[in-house]
T-cell receptor
Framework: GEDVEQSLFLSVREGDSSVINCTYTDSSSTYLYWYKQEPGAGLQLLTYIFSNMDMKQDQRLTVLLNKKDKHLSLRIADTQTGDSAIYFCAGPYGQNFVFGPGTRLSVLP | SQTIHQWPATLVQPVGSPLSLECTVEGTSNPNLYWYRQAAGRGLQLLFYSVGIGQISSEVPQNLSASRPQDRQFILSSKKLLLSDSGFYLC?????????????FGEGSRLTVL
């Protein structure tokens, strides 16, 4: 099965909060990441969190980590149309890392 | 600052023709380099990664090969393209920050095989 899992789609209304979830299986102490991919472009690193932290906030972005449940989430406050993209989480996989399948976020006016 | 360049951005090739996609990184030394493929609307598939000149690890056996002739140059090739090679190819670099998984991506190359 997948080592990193995400729901594939999420729709929210402009101005609402978005929460994108990710689960992983490897329990290594390491960094976990969120990337954003806009249409036709490469991935852009959004933020990361080390596995000994449970929260990290950066402007409109909040990352929550539940290490016991191996669950990572990305909350986007006051979601804007420019936030429409595919969001990938990336987590540990042995000595390397693996990307989730990506969550396509659609922001409705 | 570091930059990554990938070209060509778009490519339409007939089945059976060769392929060469090139990626170069500037502003850093001895990076780890990666080639990923992304099928339409799908996730990322790691194809190759390299930790140094001439060192290539293949993750998926297939019709493609990679080479790293210089420290900051990574090339993806095929001798004969298949229809199934169509996709969005992404080059990335990382490994200099100490944070495994922190990658910086190029803008991608969209390959259509007809």
């Amino acid at each position: 099965g997948e080592d990193v899992e995400q729901s594939l789609f999420l729709s929210v209304r402009e101005g609402d909060s978005s929460v994108i979830n990710c689960t992983y299986t490897d329990s290594s102490s390491t960094y976990l990441y969120w990337y954003k991919q806009e249409p036709g472009a490469g991935l852009q690193l959004l933020t990361y969190i080390f596995s000994n932290m449970d929260m990290k906030q950066d402007q409109r972005l909040t990352v929550l980590l539940n290490k016991k449940d191996k669950h990572l989430s990305l909350r986007i406050a006051d979601t804007q149309t420019g936030d429409s993209a595919i969001y990938f989480c990336a987590g540990p996989y042995g000595q390397n890392f693996v990307f989730g399948p990506g969550t396509r976020l659609s922001v409705l006016p | 600052s570091q930059t990554i360049h990938q070209w060509p951005a778009t490519l339409v090739q007939p089945v059976g023709s060769p392929l060469s996609l090139e990626c170069t990184v500037e502003g850093t030394s001895n990076p780890n380099l990666y080639w990923y493929r992304q099928a339409a609307g799908r996730g990322l598939q790691l194809l190759f990664y390299s930790v140094g000149i001439g060192q290539i690890s293949s993750e998926v056996p297939q019709n493609l090969s990679a080479s790293r002739p210089q420290d900051r140059q990574f090339i993806l090739s095929s001798k004969k393209l298949l229809l199934s090679d169509s996709g969005f190819y992404l080059c990335a670099w990382g490994g200099t920050s100490g944070r495994t998984g922190e990658l910086f991506f190029g803008e991608g190359s969209r390959l259509t095989v007809l």
